[in-house]
Every structure is written in C-alpha cells, then in structure tokens.
C-alpha cells in the first residue's frame, strides 16, 4: 500500500470550481478561504533575519539556548506559565509538520487510538492515519467509554470554530489524562488571537498544576507574527516525552534553520508588533462580522482564532456556491468533520481593502 492511499483525500482540491467562479467576479475574489496571513512580516523579524544572514554551519535540532529561553520567558511574561525548563521547549519546522507526525514519531500505530475534537483540523487525522492508528473525533470524554486513547488532542482556541476551553474543562481533561496514562497534546496556535473572554493555556499552574507530566503544548508564530513562510513554532511540555521527540528528530535531520531560530528569537522577546496586528484583525473581525449577520448568517463561537465560524441552517456546499457567486471563496465546514457540515469557515486574514469589498458584496 502507497503512503497517499492511507490518507484522507486533500479536502481544498474541492473548491478548485468554486474558486474560479469567484476570480471570474468582475471586482476580483476575495479570498477568505485560508487563514494565511497577508500583513507585512513585522520590522524586527526581517531586521533579525538580515542579522543572522551568515549562517554555514549546520544548527543543532534542540536548537540555540537564547530561543529556547526566549519562549520560556515569552510564555512566562504573556501567558503566566512558569517554571519550564530548556529541555522542555523545542522549536518545530511549522507546527503543521509536527502535528502530522507527532504520532509516527511516539511509536504510536496500529491498535492505538488518538482523540481529536469532533470539529477539528484536519490534520490531527492525518497524523494517526500516517501512523496507522484509529482516529476518533469526540467532543466529550465520556462517548469514549472504555477506550483509552494513547494521545488526546485539544484545541482551544479553535481551528475551524473559534470555540475557548472554559479553564474547568481543560482541568477536568488534564486529570483524566494523568489518571489513564493519557498523553494530552494540546493545540495553542491561536492562544494571543482572542477577541471575546479569555484564553488559557493547559500548561497555565492552575490547569496543570504546576506539573508539565504528560502534557504538550503547540505553539506557532504563523499568526501571531505574519511568519507562515518563516515556518517557525515549537513545542514544549514533558521533558521526557520531549527527549523521545528530539531523539527521532536527531535523526530524521527534522532542523529549524538557524536564521529562523533568531527570528524566533526576536519576535517572542518584543510583543509590540503582535499588539499592532492583533488590533488589524479586531477591526477585519468586527466589520465583517457585523456585514455577515446583516446578510442572514449566524456567527456561532468565532471567540478567537482568525475565522467566522458560519451558518445559514443550510448545507456548507450550498453556502459555499453563493458566496463563490458574489466573489467570495470560503471554506466548507465538512472539511473539518461531520460536525460542520452546516457551517463554512469565512478567514479574517485578507487586507482591509479586501474585507471591506466582502462587506460591500454581502450587504448590496
């Protein structure tokens, strides 16, 4: 059997139609289908990448001190997660890459089970199918009965529904965790992308305890600091689960190039330029969110994180037709499991002038 054939189909090969109906749009599309950041990458990213342009050696996979430490500190100052050590933190080549591996990676495979949230991303499936495990999507702990999965993901904020964790749900997961040997991998991508309440990591003391045992945490600078292309994030966590991580990565050749980790480096020691576009996105969120509620949907979550979790009580494909009909691509919420197949994911990443054509269109 082929790799490819143990996979899900590539779900965005489907809204290749749908995406030439909205470029043939005589205003153009606007794409609101990816959350791929289209901000300027900010100063102090690009002035550190011009810094740490003489690289030849090869860098090391646990990667350089001062960026282990930089997230520690980062994660300290913004988040109040304290007592991390260094040899809990290791940069990753783009969380997308360790998500889909992480099981592979851990030895987990045929006969395992791995939990993934009911509305999810799509590659946290991904990876137990590259590893051979059994994939189950399940939003309460009880649907599992018996069974007791090797590795459990959350995802708070979430990607596709903008849904927060209250702090007593993410306790009560932590110690059903612990108490079955559970390894609980939680998802933080969109922690700083909050516009509603309040988020909270599950390495936060009152969540953990104070104890990283058998937690990850995965985190990314793709939106908080515009560097998708930069393919910069880390995890961090149990030490011992993250030797095991480095081990298999020593030899994998799985390195985060060395300019990039004093970009990293850069960017979580300065907080202002996350600040400036976390007020961009606010304002993008709040006017097409009003325009899409004038136009009949309903906004359900949508809390944080960079999307309008959306629905009109119809099915996804439909929504997605006439919105490709007024020149705007987003994405079916089937691609994120059975659970959104009412709703579509509407980003709230493209640049001012193309949110305000969006909100134009909808409320004409």
């Known amino acids: 059997m082929k790799v490819s054939d143990k996979l899900p189909d590539f779900p965005w090969d489907k809204l290749t139609a749908y995406a030439a109906t909205a470029r043939s749009h005589p205003d153009g599309i606007v794409d609101l289908s990816i959350g791929t950041p289209v901000d300027p990458t900010p100063e102090v990213a690009k002035q550190a990448l011009r810094d740490a342009a003489d690289w030849p050696g090869y860098p090391t996979t646990i990667g350089l001190t001062e960026t282990r430490q930089a997230v520690i500190d980062w994660f300290a ?10 040899d809990q933190v290791l940069p990753v080549i783009g969380t997308k890459e360790l998500i889909a591996q992480l099981a592979l990676h851990l030895g987990i ?15 946290y499936e991904v990876g137990a ?4 495990a059994t994939g189950i999507a399940a939003d309460s702990l009880t649907a599992l009965g018996p069974q007791t999965p090797k590795v459990l993901w959350l995802n708070s904020p979430s990607n596709p529904t903008g849904r927060i964790l209250p702090a007593d749900h993410l306790k009560k997961v932590v110690d059903w965790c612990r108490e079955r040997g559970v390894l609980l991998v939680s998802d933080e991508c969109y922690l700083d992308c909050v516009w509603e309440g309040e988020t909270i990591s599950v390495l936060h003391p ?78 993008r969120r709040t006017r097409l969110k009003a325009a899409l509620e004038r136009a009949g949907f309903t906004v359900d979550h949508s809390e944080a994180a960079l999307y309008l979790w959306s629905t009109r009580g119809e099915d996804c494909w439909k929504t997605v037709g006439d919105l490709a009909d007024l020149g705007i691509l987003v994405a079916p919420g089937e691609f994120y499991g059975t659970a959104g197949r009412q709703h579509v994911r509407i980003a709230i990443t493209a640049t001012d002038e193309r949110i305000d054509a969006a909100v134009a269109r909808l409320t004409a």
Do not use: W
Not at 109 to 123: N, Q, R
């Open 109 to 123: 495979g045929e006969g395992d089970l791995v939990v993934f949230p009911e509305a999810a991303y799509p590659t």
């Open 206 to 283: 009152s969540i953990s305890g104070g104890s990283a045992d058998g937690i990850l945490v995965v985190h990314s600078l793709s939106k908080r600091s515009n560097l998708a292309g930069y393919r910069a994030g880390f995890v961090a966590g149990d030490a011992g689960v993250i030797a095991e991580l480095l081990a298999v990565r020593k030899n994998l050749g799985l390195i985060v190039p060395g300019p990039v980790q004093q970009v990293m480096t850069a960017v979580y020691a300065d907080d202002a330029h996350a600040a400036e576009q976390h007020a961009r996105y606010a304002a």
């Open 129 to 132: 199918a590259l590893a051979g």
């Open 77 to 86: 100052r913004v988040h109040d997660v304290t007592g991390l050590g260094l």
